[in-house]
């Protein structure tokens, strides 16, 4: 597109007007230099110009239509500056001026013409009719009215009459001509095909005025038609603007036909002129030429013409629609998928051969009630999601059914309406093979394979199911004592007996609403209803049940157990698990075999003892940071803000406990402001290229206030929305309200960008890209394998980050805790990292010193010039 700064085009005719109006009056009839040829020479002049800026913009296919429109004006402009010079004669003299305004004339009829030819399936033996039908109807009309008694013996001198024909019947032709070719143009430049019918309209009528100035010389028509002449010069350079907005190849890829209104008015105007003409040359006794007779005769005969043909399209439309009907049959019904039509009362009018397959339609009933063949539970659903959905996109239905044998059958319906009709198309199609693979992957990814227990990701996601109910819960984490040395001495197959053992003996020993689940090794965890005395009495109950003697093969073994407790509060499910593991360890330093309740609840402590807004305003509350590296170069990219609470008595409370303390006071809201506030401040203070990661807590999101404080924080600091990002856990995507992921719809918008923590503890990536516009995710590698076990986390670390990167989602490895596992991530080429092998815990200051003065581990970012690109740590 080219960018040219230009005056609009009504200050253009505004001052060629004003300008006309000053040499008007200066150039009388037959004078030279002729003043208003000169304007008008000026004005073709910047026409053709800006015609030919406009056009360089333009695809080489788009662009020849819009550049005869420039060649004419250009030949306009040399007739009008030889005119006015006297070089070539004045206008009206049969000279050199009036030669190249009739070759200029031309111009828009072949732009129309190439238009018409971008239209898809152009029948130009119709267009040449309509053409021709419309510019000898206009004849008819100027004949009758206008030429007629301009010729009559006496009325002007013989050798001007050739020049007052050329000039009287160009308005028809032309007008009659473009107009028809431009009646049906594409979509893309109906509006550019609209301002050329404008243009060449003011054309005609100026082609008319002239014929009538010479026949009755007078300023009066010379002015008129230098006024037309102007309109349609600046008309021209519209039609090309309009024509240089369009993007792209659009109007040469967009063929799709349209009527053009502007057209389909010239031609019934000019069909409809016709018999008017007559009867008015009749009433007024006007004298008929006989070459306007038989124009009419042409035109009736091509009218006949014209109903033949479309008579004839009409028959091949016809055959074609029946042909089209018989392949769509065809099709439908040699498809494996079912295509079936419903009434409003969703009874079934039609069914292919697959569909009846499907759906189990029986020949004794081919026209019954959809909602019969389906589950009767499954009936409301089933007709609320039809009957509701209209237009649009329409959700996919399942429909449950059971198959010929008994077997149930799971179907897939997408469906659309029949605007008008009252009924429905249904595709539907057998997905029982694939729902019955998703189920199985699905209960893999939540089950532990050995003893078929729920995993880790199920306690989690169960532990956040549950945390919007006000029931008292409590977690137990327990590993058993002495399982090493069964590994030890009976080897590995017997250790696995153990566990599936020991599985079988907590599934029995509690109640069915518990959740007993295996978290890796030989730890387990129990998930239970009730207050602390219910848990320590579970745990009483597992310590004796585990500690009788387990008999597997011809050895018997007595491993026991130790067990930490704790209450798991709303939203706290990763503290639950922190608390209760280290009451596991106070057990095992108590000597094993015991249990142990976490009692040092320092969260209950602080929120009695002081207020986190108080502790807010105070400084008390602090940021601290962890850097996060390029897993390649090693260069600091980005920074992981944690808030921590400096409690003067209990010491530094960390994030979790902090937020913990803040629900209990009610006043989450305020430090969810004030750590994206701070977050964004400290970060846009130290460097102008680090980025910045603050997590969202589970269940004390404000999602309603979110945006509106990411706003307002980045644009405090005028920190670019791209260098923060927001990430969230699943455990916060099933906790918060339902306005979570509008909300986070919304932050994305404006440039803020969207991570997933904790990837691998819930189900996964998959489920959540339909849901989020997710950007980055981050992997625990503690969690992908264990002992230590460096060649299988990178392997399947590898296999994450190739998948996310499909999806184009950025992988951060964090929790690296050895150097030998950072040097083989980054040589693994592992997009960023973080961990205690980086620098963690930071202070804003202690940020600001390691860019001064970088550690052995990272690299201090170059600085470079805004815009920043997107930094390969990809946080």
């Known amino acids: 597109m080219n960018q040219v700064r230009r005056a609009p085009l009504s200050l253009v005719l505004l001052g060629a007007l004003v300008a006309l109006g000053i040499a008007v009056p200066a150039s009388p009839y037959g004078a030279v230099p002729q003043w208003d040829n000169l304007v008008l020479a000026a004005l073709g002049g910047w026409a053709a110009w800006r015609c030919t800026r406009l056009t360089r913009g333009m695809d080489v296919r788009d662009r020849l239509p819009w550049q005869v429109l420039g060649a004419s004006s250009l030949l306009f402009a040399c007739a009008s500056l030889v005119t006015g010079l006297g070089v070539g004669g004045a206008l009206g003299q049969l000279g050199l001026g009036d030669l190249l305004v009739l070759i200029a004339a031309l111009g828009p ?96 009528l100026a082609s008319a005025l002239l014929a009538v100035h010479i026949v009755q010389p007078g300023t009066t028509w010379a002015a008129a038609a230098d006024v037309a002449i102007a309109g349609a010069l600046v008309a021209a350079v519209h039609a090309v603007q309009l024509a240089s907005a369009v993007p792209g190849r659009s109007s040469a890829a967009d063929s799709t036909p349209t ?97 009846r397959t499907l759906l189990g339609v029986v020949e004794a009933d081919p026209h019954p009630l959809l909602l019969d063949l389906l589950h009767e539970e499954d009936r409301p659903r089933v007709r609320r999601e039809l009957t509701t959905a209209a237009g649009g996109v329409t959700p996919v239905v399942h ?93 590995h197959e017997a250790g696995d007996l153990l566990l599936v053992e020991v599985a079988r003996r907590l599934q029995g020993l509690l109640r069915t609403d518990d959740l007993v689940a295996r978290l890796g090794g030989d730890e387990f965890a129990v998930l239970l209803a009730g207050g ?21 093969g011809d050895r018997t073994f007595t491993v026991g157990a130790s067990v930490g407790i704790c209450r798991v509060h709303p939203g706290g499910g990763q503290l639950a698990f922190r608390q209760a593991d280290a009451a596991l360890g106070a057990a095992k330093r108590a000597g094993k075999g015991c249990w142990r309740l976490h009692t040092d609840d320092r969260v209950a402590q602080a929120a009695a003892s002081s207020s986190v807004a108080t502790a807010l305003a105070d400084g008390e509350v602090q940021l601290r940071f962890d850097t996060i590296a390029n897993g390649d170069t090693g260069v600091l990219a980005a920074l992981h803000a944690q808030p921590v609470w400096l409690h003067p008595e209990l010491g530094a409370l960390p994030a979790a406990e ?113 849901r989020l516009p997710l950007e980055v995710v981050m992997v625990d590698v503690r969690n992908l394998s264990a002992g230590g076990n460096h060649d299988r986390t990178l392997e399947v670390l590898g296999a994450i980050g ?35 092998v980086l620098p963690t815990g930071l202070t804003a200051a202690e940020v600001a010193a390691l860019l001064r003065h970088p550690g052995p581990a990272v690299v201090a970012p170059v600085p470079v010039p805004v815009p920043l690109p997107r930094p390969r740590a990809g946080v």
């Open 399 to 491: 429909l449950r059914l059971h198959g010929p044998e008994g077997e149930r059958r799971d179907l897939e319906v997408t469906h659309h309406e029949r605007p008008g009709s009252g009924r429905r198309v249904l595709h539907l199609r057998d997905v029982t093979t694939r729902r019955r693979r998703e189920q199985e992957l699905e209960r893999m990814a939540f089950t532990d394979h050995l003893t078929r227990l729920p995993n880790r990701a199920l306690l989690f996601q169960e532990m956040a199911a549950g945390s919007a109910t006000t029931a008292e819960r409590s977690l137990l984490v327990l590993d058993l004592d002495g399982f090493k040395a069964v590994n030890d001495s009976a080897g």
């Open 532 to 552: 602390e005395d219910a848990a320590v009495e579970a745990a009483q109950r597992v310590l004796d049940v585990l500690a009788r003697p387990c008999r597997i």
């Open 109 to 204: 009829t072949v732009s129309a013409a190439l238009i018409g030819g971008r239209v898809r399936g152009t029948r130009w033996p119709i267009l040449v009719i309509d053409g021709v039908l419309v510019t000898l109807a206009l004849v008819v009309v100027a004949d009758v009215l206008v030429l007629a008694p301009a010729v009559t013996p006496g009325a002007i001198d013989p050798d001007l009459l050739p020049l007052v024909l050329a000039y009287g019947i160009y308005p028809a032709v032309a007008v009659g001509v473009v107009g028809a070719l431009c009646t049906v143009s594409t979509a893309a430049v109906r509006r550019p095909a609209t301002a050329m019918i404008l243009m060449t309209g003011l054309l005609g």
């Open 259 to 355: 009527v053009n209104s502007a057209g389909l008015v010239i031609d019934v105007l000019a069909l409809i002129g016709v018999p008017v003409t007559l009867v008015t040359a009749l009433l007024l006794d006007l004298r008929v030429p006989d070459g306007a007779l038989a124009c009419t005769a042409v035109v009736v005969l091509l009218l006949l013409v014209r109903l033949f043909m479309r008579i004839r399209d009409s028959d091949r439309i016809e055959e074609d629609l029946l042909r089209s009907e018989e392949d769509f049959r065809g099709l439908v019904e040699a498809s494996s998928d079912g295509v079936a039509i419903v009434d409003a009362e969703l009874r079934l009018e039609f069914t292919s051969p697959a569909a």
């Open 802 to 836: 190739r998948s996310a990167r499909d999806f184009e989602v950025s992988t951060v490895a964090k929790e690296i805790d050895s150097r030998q596992l950072l040097h083989e991530l980054r040589v693994q080429g592992v997009v960023a990292v973080s961990g205690p």
């Open 658 to 770: 902090l937020w913990a303390a803040a629900e209990r006071q009610g006043c989450t809201a305020a430090l969810q402001q004030w750590l994206i506030t701070r977050a964004c401040a400290d970060v846009a203070a130290l460097d102008d290229q680090l980025l910045v990661a603050v997590d969202l807590p589970a269940g004390l999101v404000h999602a309603d206030e979110l945006p509106g404080e990411v706003a307002v924080a980045l644009a405090a600091v005028d920190l670019a929305p791209p260098r923060l990002t927001l990430f969230v856990t699943e455990e916060v995507l099933q906790t918060s309200s339902a306005a979570l992921i509008p909300a986070l719809h919304a932050v994305h918008r404006t440039g803020v960008r969207i991570g997933l923590d904790d990837y691998g503890m819930g189900s996964t990536l998959w489920s959540q890209l339909s």
